[in-house]
Protein backbone atom coordinates (compact mmCIF):
# COMPACT_ATOMS: atom_id res chain seq x y z
CA UNK A 1 0.00 0.00 0.00
CA UNK A 2 2.84 2.31 0.93
CA UNK A 3 4.66 1.54 -2.27
CA UNK A 4 1.39 2.38 -4.39
CA UNK A 5 1.61 5.67 -2.90
CA UNK A 6 5.14 6.60 -2.86
CA UNK A 7 4.95 5.33 -6.85
CA UNK A 8 1.46 7.66 -7.31
CA UNK A 9 3.60 10.48 -5.87
CA UNK A 10 6.50 10.19 -7.87
CA UNK A 11 4.67 10.12 -11.01
CA UNK A 12 2.84 13.11 -9.89
CA UNK A 13 5.64 15.23 -8.75
CA UNK A 14 7.80 14.13 -12.11
CA UNK A 15 4.75 15.26 -14.44
CA UNK A 16 4.61 18.39 -12.29
CA UNK A 17 8.18 19.51 -13.04
CA UNK A 18 8.04 18.85 -16.80
CA UNK A 19 5.02 21.34 -16.89
CA UNK A 20 6.84 23.69 -14.81
CA UNK A 21 9.97 23.57 -17.04
CA UNK A 22 7.51 24.09 -20.40
CA UNK A 23 5.92 27.20 -18.22
CA UNK A 24 9.43 28.69 -17.31
CA UNK A 25 11.41 27.54 -20.60
CA UNK A 26 11.21 30.94 -22.68
CA UNK A 27 12.43 32.74 -19.31
CA UNK A 28 15.63 30.95 -18.98
CA UNK A 29 17.36 32.25 -21.55
CA UNK A 30 16.55 35.60 -19.77
CA UNK A 31 17.15 34.59 -16.01
CA UNK A 32 20.97 33.39 -17.02
CA UNK A 33 21.35 37.15 -18.58
CA UNK A 34 21.64 38.01 -14.97
CA UNK A 35 24.59 35.99 -14.16
CA UNK A 36 26.92 37.82 -13.00
CA UNK A 37 30.35 37.23 -14.62
CA UNK A 38 28.76 36.08 -18.43
CA UNK A 39 30.50 37.20 -20.98
CA UNK A 40 29.18 40.38 -22.92
CA UNK A 41 28.70 38.28 -26.20
CA UNK A 42 27.81 35.35 -25.23
CA UNK A 43 25.35 33.48 -27.35
CA UNK A 44 21.91 33.35 -24.74
CA UNK A 45 20.91 36.88 -24.17
CA UNK A 46 17.65 38.39 -23.48
CA UNK A 47 16.29 34.89 -24.07
CA UNK A 48 17.96 34.88 -27.75
CA UNK A 49 19.05 31.37 -28.74
CA UNK A 50 22.59 31.17 -30.61
CA UNK A 51 23.19 33.17 -33.21
CA UNK A 52 20.31 35.85 -32.29
CA UNK A 53 17.87 33.40 -33.40
CA UNK A 54 14.71 33.18 -31.23
CA UNK A 55 11.90 30.51 -30.91
CA UNK A 56 11.00 27.08 -29.77
CA UNK A 57 13.83 24.55 -30.63
CA UNK A 58 11.56 23.03 -33.33
CA UNK A 59 12.62 26.28 -35.36
CA UNK A 60 14.60 25.15 -38.37
CA UNK A 61 16.75 28.73 -38.17
CA UNK A 62 17.66 27.84 -34.73
CA UNK A 63 19.11 24.59 -36.12
CA UNK A 64 20.42 26.55 -39.27
CA UNK A 65 22.38 29.07 -36.71
CA UNK A 66 23.67 26.07 -34.69
CA UNK A 67 25.02 23.52 -37.61
CA UNK A 68 26.42 26.99 -38.97
CA UNK A 69 29.09 27.05 -35.95
CA UNK A 70 27.11 29.79 -33.31
CA UNK A 71 28.53 30.07 -30.27
CA UNK A 72 26.56 29.27 -26.95
CA UNK A 73 27.32 30.22 -23.47
CA UNK A 74 28.87 27.67 -21.15
CA UNK A 75 30.18 28.34 -17.29
CA UNK A 76 32.95 25.67 -17.52
CA UNK A 77 36.42 27.50 -18.12
CA UNK A 78 36.89 25.57 -22.08
CA UNK A 79 35.07 27.99 -24.15
CA UNK A 80 35.19 26.01 -26.90
CA UNK A 81 32.36 23.78 -25.60
CA UNK A 82 30.41 26.74 -26.34
CA UNK A 83 29.93 25.50 -29.96
CA UNK A 84 27.97 22.43 -30.75
CA UNK A 85 28.90 22.84 -34.31
CA UNK A 86 32.09 23.22 -36.40
CA UNK A 87 31.23 25.92 -39.27
CA UNK A 88 32.08 24.90 -42.75
CA UNK A 89 35.82 25.45 -43.07
CA UNK A 90 38.33 24.90 -46.16
CA UNK A 91 34.64 24.18 -48.03
CA UNK A 92 33.02 26.84 -46.96
CA UNK A 93 30.37 27.57 -49.80
CA UNK A 94 30.65 24.84 -51.57
CA UNK A 95 27.67 22.28 -51.12
CA UNK A 96 28.33 18.38 -51.28
CA UNK A 97 25.09 16.67 -51.59
CA UNK A 98 23.51 19.59 -50.58
CA UNK A 99 24.94 19.98 -47.30
CA UNK A 100 28.07 21.70 -46.53
CA UNK A 101 31.10 19.99 -45.63
CA UNK A 102 32.80 21.43 -41.73
CA UNK A 103 36.20 20.71 -40.91
CA UNK A 104 35.08 18.17 -38.20
CA UNK A 105 33.46 15.86 -40.66
CA UNK A 106 36.88 16.51 -42.99
CA UNK A 107 38.64 15.41 -39.90
CA UNK A 108 36.53 12.55 -39.18
CA UNK A 109 36.63 11.05 -43.35
CA UNK A 110 40.13 11.27 -43.11
CA UNK A 111 40.12 9.37 -39.67
CA UNK A 112 38.49 7.00 -40.62
CA UNK A 113 38.55 7.04 -44.24
CA UNK A 114 42.27 6.99 -45.97
CA UNK A 115 43.67 7.05 -42.04
CA UNK A 116 42.42 3.92 -41.10
CA UNK A 117 42.36 1.90 -44.76
CA UNK A 118 46.17 3.17 -45.86
CA UNK A 119 47.17 2.34 -42.39
CA UNK A 120 45.65 -1.18 -42.35
CA UNK A 121 46.90 -1.53 -45.67
CA UNK A 122 50.51 -0.59 -44.83
CA UNK A 123 50.75 -2.78 -41.45
CA UNK A 124 49.24 -6.26 -43.73
CA UNK A 125 51.92 -5.30 -46.46
CA UNK A 126 54.97 -5.25 -44.38
CA UNK A 127 53.92 -8.36 -42.51
CA UNK A 128 53.86 -10.09 -45.79
CA UNK A 129 56.92 -9.09 -46.81
CA UNK A 130 58.69 -10.15 -43.86
CA UNK A 131 57.04 -13.80 -43.71
CA UNK A 132 57.81 -13.63 -47.50
CA UNK A 133 61.21 -12.57 -47.15
CA UNK A 134 61.59 -15.52 -44.22
CA UNK A 135 60.41 -18.40 -46.45
CA UNK A 136 62.46 -17.92 -49.20
CA UNK A 137 65.91 -16.34 -47.34
CA UNK A 138 65.52 -17.78 -44.22
CA UNK A 139 67.63 -16.86 -41.21
CA UNK A 140 70.50 -15.03 -41.95
CA UNK A 141 72.93 -17.00 -40.60
CA UNK A 142 76.97 -16.51 -39.17
CA UNK A 143 78.59 -17.50 -42.20
CA UNK A 144 81.73 -18.26 -40.76
CA UNK A 145 79.96 -19.56 -37.48
CA UNK A 146 80.27 -18.09 -34.17
CA UNK A 147 84.07 -17.88 -33.17
CA UNK A 148 83.18 -18.30 -29.90
CA UNK A 149 84.99 -14.80 -28.74
CA UNK A 150 82.91 -11.82 -27.96
CA UNK A 151 83.59 -8.42 -28.35
CA UNK A 152 81.70 -5.41 -26.62
CA UNK A 153 79.34 -3.85 -29.27
CA UNK A 154 77.23 -1.97 -26.60
CA UNK A 155 77.56 -0.27 -23.16
CA UNK A 156 75.21 -0.66 -20.16
CA UNK A 157 74.12 3.26 -20.50
CA UNK A 158 73.70 2.65 -24.36
CA UNK A 159 71.57 -0.55 -23.96
CA UNK A 160 68.86 0.78 -21.46
CA UNK A 161 69.03 4.08 -23.75
CA UNK A 162 67.53 1.48 -26.45
CA UNK A 163 65.03 -0.40 -24.45
CA UNK A 164 63.73 2.84 -23.02
CA UNK A 165 63.23 4.03 -26.56
CA UNK A 166 61.89 0.30 -27.66
CA UNK A 167 59.30 -1.10 -25.09
CA UNK A 168 57.79 2.26 -24.40
CA UNK A 169 57.62 2.45 -27.81
CA UNK A 170 55.78 -0.57 -28.46
CA UNK A 171 53.11 0.20 -25.76
CA UNK A 172 52.70 3.25 -27.60
CA UNK A 173 52.04 1.32 -30.80
CA UNK A 174 49.68 -1.02 -28.99
CA UNK A 175 47.53 1.01 -27.38
CA UNK A 176 47.30 3.63 -30.09
CA UNK A 177 46.67 0.81 -32.67
CA UNK A 178 43.15 -0.09 -30.06
CA UNK A 179 42.68 3.63 -30.22
CA UNK A 180 42.48 3.45 -34.36
CA UNK A 181 41.42 -0.21 -34.89
CA UNK A 182 39.94 -1.34 -31.67
CA UNK A 183 36.19 -0.93 -32.27
CA UNK A 184 36.42 -2.77 -35.52
CA UNK A 185 39.28 -5.64 -34.47
CA UNK A 186 38.82 -5.55 -30.68
CA UNK A 187 35.37 -4.54 -29.69
CA UNK A 188 33.38 -7.71 -31.34
CA UNK A 189 35.73 -10.37 -29.48
CA UNK A 190 35.86 -9.58 -26.22
CA UNK A 191 32.91 -7.38 -25.42
CA UNK A 192 31.75 -3.70 -24.44
CA UNK A 193 32.70 -4.31 -20.92
CA UNK A 194 36.47 -5.39 -21.29
CA UNK A 195 36.83 -3.05 -24.48
CA UNK A 196 36.19 -0.35 -22.07
CA UNK A 197 38.17 -1.19 -19.40
CA UNK A 198 40.97 -2.05 -21.92
CA UNK A 199 41.00 1.19 -23.56
CA UNK A 200 40.97 3.17 -20.75
CA UNK A 201 43.81 1.52 -19.08
CA UNK A 202 45.79 1.76 -22.33
CA UNK A 203 45.09 5.42 -22.72
CA UNK A 204 46.64 5.73 -19.03
CA UNK A 205 49.60 3.78 -20.18
CA UNK A 206 49.89 5.86 -23.57
CA UNK A 207 50.17 9.05 -21.43
CA UNK A 208 52.46 7.57 -19.15
CA UNK A 209 55.16 5.95 -21.64
CA UNK A 210 54.90 9.38 -23.95
CA UNK A 211 57.52 10.81 -21.57
CA UNK A 212 59.39 7.37 -21.03
CA UNK A 213 60.00 7.72 -24.67
CA UNK A 214 60.70 11.26 -24.89
CA UNK A 215 63.39 10.87 -22.14
CA UNK A 216 64.90 7.99 -24.72
CA UNK A 217 65.17 9.87 -27.38
CA UNK A 218 67.83 11.99 -25.60
CA UNK A 219 69.88 9.79 -24.47
CA UNK A 220 70.08 8.04 -27.48
CA UNK A 221 70.40 11.13 -30.13
CA UNK A 222 73.21 12.34 -27.42
CA UNK A 223 75.33 8.75 -27.89
CA UNK A 224 74.49 7.69 -31.50
CA UNK A 225 74.57 10.79 -33.77
CA UNK A 226 78.14 10.96 -34.11
CA UNK A 227 78.14 7.36 -35.62
CA UNK A 228 74.67 7.69 -37.99
CA UNK A 229 76.02 11.22 -39.96
CA UNK A 230 75.31 9.62 -43.57
CA UNK A 231 78.47 9.03 -45.95
CA UNK A 232 79.11 7.40 -49.25
CA UNK A 233 79.52 4.48 -47.61
CA UNK A 234 76.06 3.76 -47.15
CA UNK A 235 75.34 4.10 -50.81
CA UNK A 236 77.85 1.38 -51.16
CA UNK A 237 75.48 -0.62 -48.59
CA UNK A 238 72.47 0.13 -50.04
CA UNK A 239 73.63 -1.14 -53.71
CA UNK A 240 74.54 -4.43 -51.97
CA UNK A 241 71.42 -4.87 -50.71
CA UNK A 242 72.54 -4.37 -46.88
CA UNK A 243 74.39 -8.38 -47.16
CA UNK A 244 71.18 -9.59 -46.35
CA UNK A 245 69.92 -10.36 -49.59
CA UNK A 246 72.36 -12.83 -50.66
CA UNK A 247 74.76 -15.43 -48.84
CA UNK A 248 78.50 -14.46 -48.57
CA UNK A 249 78.02 -10.75 -49.10
CA UNK A 250 79.30 -8.29 -46.62
CA UNK A 251 79.53 -4.49 -47.43
CA UNK A 252 81.84 -2.73 -45.20
CA UNK A 253 80.56 -0.59 -42.24
CA UNK A 254 81.19 0.98 -39.29
CA UNK A 255 79.24 0.88 -35.65
CA UNK A 256 76.17 1.48 -37.54
CA UNK A 257 75.42 0.67 -41.14
CA UNK A 258 73.36 2.25 -43.63
CA UNK A 259 69.96 0.20 -42.35
CA UNK A 260 70.54 1.23 -39.18
CA UNK A 261 71.51 4.94 -39.96
CA UNK A 262 67.93 5.07 -41.68
CA UNK A 263 66.52 3.41 -38.71
CA UNK A 264 68.15 6.02 -36.52
CA UNK A 265 66.75 9.22 -37.71
CA UNK A 266 63.31 7.82 -38.78
CA UNK A 267 63.27 7.46 -35.04
CA UNK A 268 64.64 10.90 -34.12
CA UNK A 269 62.85 12.62 -36.47
CA UNK A 270 59.63 10.83 -36.17
CA UNK A 271 59.66 10.52 -32.56
CA UNK A 272 60.34 14.05 -32.15
CA UNK A 273 57.15 15.01 -34.54
CA UNK A 274 54.92 12.27 -31.96
CA UNK A 275 56.26 14.16 -29.03
CA UNK A 276 54.99 17.37 -30.67
CA UNK A 277 51.80 16.69 -31.76
CA UNK A 278 51.78 14.28 -28.56
CA UNK A 279 52.11 17.01 -26.22
CA UNK A 280 49.59 19.22 -27.73
CA UNK A 281 47.38 16.53 -27.16
CA UNK A 282 48.21 15.63 -23.88
CA UNK A 283 47.48 19.71 -23.02
CA UNK A 284 44.66 20.36 -25.61
CA UNK A 285 43.97 23.95 -26.74
CA UNK A 286 47.52 24.97 -24.86
CA UNK A 287 50.04 24.51 -27.54
CA UNK A 288 48.79 25.01 -31.10
CA UNK A 289 51.43 24.55 -33.45
CA UNK A 290 50.24 24.20 -36.99
CA UNK A 291 49.07 26.99 -38.38
CA UNK A 292 52.67 28.37 -37.25
CA UNK A 293 54.13 25.38 -39.05
CA UNK A 294 51.76 26.07 -42.16
CA UNK A 295 52.85 29.70 -42.65
CA UNK A 296 56.53 28.40 -42.82
CA UNK A 297 55.52 25.57 -45.18
CA UNK A 298 53.96 28.34 -47.36
CA UNK A 299 56.92 30.18 -47.33
CA UNK A 300 58.09 27.26 -49.98
CA UNK A 301 54.89 27.21 -51.77
CA UNK A 302 52.22 25.62 -50.36
CA UNK A 303 49.00 26.89 -49.84
CA UNK A 304 48.14 25.67 -46.61
CA UNK A 305 45.71 26.91 -44.42
CA UNK A 306 47.07 29.38 -41.54
CA UNK A 307 43.61 30.83 -39.83
CA UNK A 308 42.77 27.54 -37.48
CA UNK A 309 40.28 26.88 -34.56
CA UNK A 310 41.74 25.42 -31.60
CA UNK A 311 39.40 22.73 -32.24
CA UNK A 312 41.37 22.45 -35.63
CA UNK A 313 44.28 22.46 -34.29
CA UNK A 314 43.86 19.37 -32.26
CA UNK A 315 42.39 17.81 -35.33
CA UNK A 316 45.47 18.73 -37.29
CA UNK A 317 47.65 17.08 -34.45
CA UNK A 318 45.66 13.97 -34.22
CA UNK A 319 45.81 13.48 -37.74
CA UNK A 320 50.11 14.20 -37.86
CA UNK A 321 50.27 11.64 -34.74
CA UNK A 322 48.00 9.07 -36.30
CA UNK A 323 50.22 9.00 -39.76
CA UNK A 324 53.52 9.62 -38.24
CA UNK A 325 52.77 6.68 -36.08
CA UNK A 326 51.77 4.33 -38.15
CA UNK A 327 54.58 4.95 -40.62
CA UNK A 328 57.25 4.55 -37.86
CA UNK A 329 55.36 0.83 -36.72
CA UNK A 330 55.86 0.17 -40.44
CA UNK A 331 59.32 0.84 -40.36
CA UNK A 332 60.23 -0.81 -36.99
CA UNK A 333 58.19 -3.96 -37.16
CA UNK A 334 61.28 -4.75 -40.03
CA UNK A 335 63.63 -3.47 -36.88
CA UNK A 336 62.30 -5.81 -34.95
CA UNK A 337 62.58 -8.56 -37.43
CA UNK A 338 66.29 -8.37 -38.35
CA UNK A 339 66.85 -7.51 -34.46
CA UNK A 340 65.31 -11.14 -33.69
CA UNK A 341 64.31 -13.95 -35.63
CA UNK A 342 65.15 -12.31 -38.99
CA UNK A 343 69.48 -12.74 -38.39
CA UNK A 344 71.49 -14.96 -36.00
CA UNK A 345 73.52 -13.09 -33.18
CA UNK A 346 71.90 -9.83 -34.20
CA UNK A 347 70.04 -9.79 -30.53
CA UNK A 348 72.89 -10.22 -28.31
CA UNK A 349 73.99 -6.71 -29.48
CA UNK A 350 71.41 -5.17 -27.56
CA UNK A 351 70.90 -8.41 -24.98
CA UNK A 352 73.70 -9.04 -23.78
CA UNK A 353 75.73 -6.25 -25.09
CA UNK A 354 78.77 -8.59 -25.90
CA UNK A 355 78.61 -10.08 -30.15
CA UNK A 356 80.42 -12.98 -31.92
CA UNK A 357 83.18 -11.55 -32.96
CA UNK A 358 82.79 -13.42 -36.51
CA UNK A 359 79.30 -11.41 -36.50
CA UNK A 360 81.14 -8.62 -36.04
CA UNK A 361 83.13 -8.71 -39.13
CA UNK A 362 80.67 -9.81 -41.36
CA UNK A 363 77.83 -7.02 -40.82
CA UNK A 364 80.61 -4.16 -38.96
CA UNK A 365 84.25 -4.73 -40.24
CA UNK A 366 85.40 -1.34 -39.82
CA UNK A 367 84.19 -0.96 -36.56
CA UNK A 368 86.15 -4.16 -35.34
CA UNK A 369 88.85 -3.07 -36.79
CA UNK A 370 88.38 0.30 -34.74
CA UNK A 371 88.36 -1.38 -31.48
CA UNK A 372 90.86 -3.48 -32.40
CA UNK A 373 93.25 -0.57 -33.22
CA UNK A 374 92.18 1.20 -29.77
CA UNK A 375 92.65 -2.01 -27.39
CA UNK A 376 96.01 -2.07 -29.06
CA UNK A 377 96.63 1.23 -28.46
CA UNK A 378 95.75 0.33 -24.54
CA UNK A 379 97.71 -2.38 -24.19
CA UNK A 380 101.25 -0.93 -22.99
CA UNK A 381 104.34 -1.91 -25.34
CA UNK A 382 106.62 -4.78 -23.17
Known sequence: MVRSIVSKLSRWCLAGLVLALIAVAPTVGHAQNTNEGAPANAGLQG????????????????????????????????????????????????????????????FMEFRNGPLFTYGAYGLAAILVLLIAFFAIRGRIKIDHGPAGQTIERFKLIERIGHWLVAVSFIVLAVTG??????????LPVIGKEAFALITMGGKYLHHGFAFAFMLGLVMIFVMWVRHNIPNLMDLKWAAMGGGILFKGQHPPAKKFNGGQKIIFWVTIVGGASLALSGWSLLFPFEYPMFAKTFQVLNSFGFALPTELSPVQEQQYA???????????????????????????????AMGTGQVDLNWAKEHHSLWVEEVQQEQARRVPAE
Open 47 to 106: GAVPGETKGTLSDSELWRNIRGGAAGYVSIPDGNAAVLIQTPGANRGQPVFGNYISSGQL
Open 177 to 186: LNILYGKQVL
Open 318 to 348: QLWHGIVSLGMIVIIVAHIYIGSIGMEGAFD
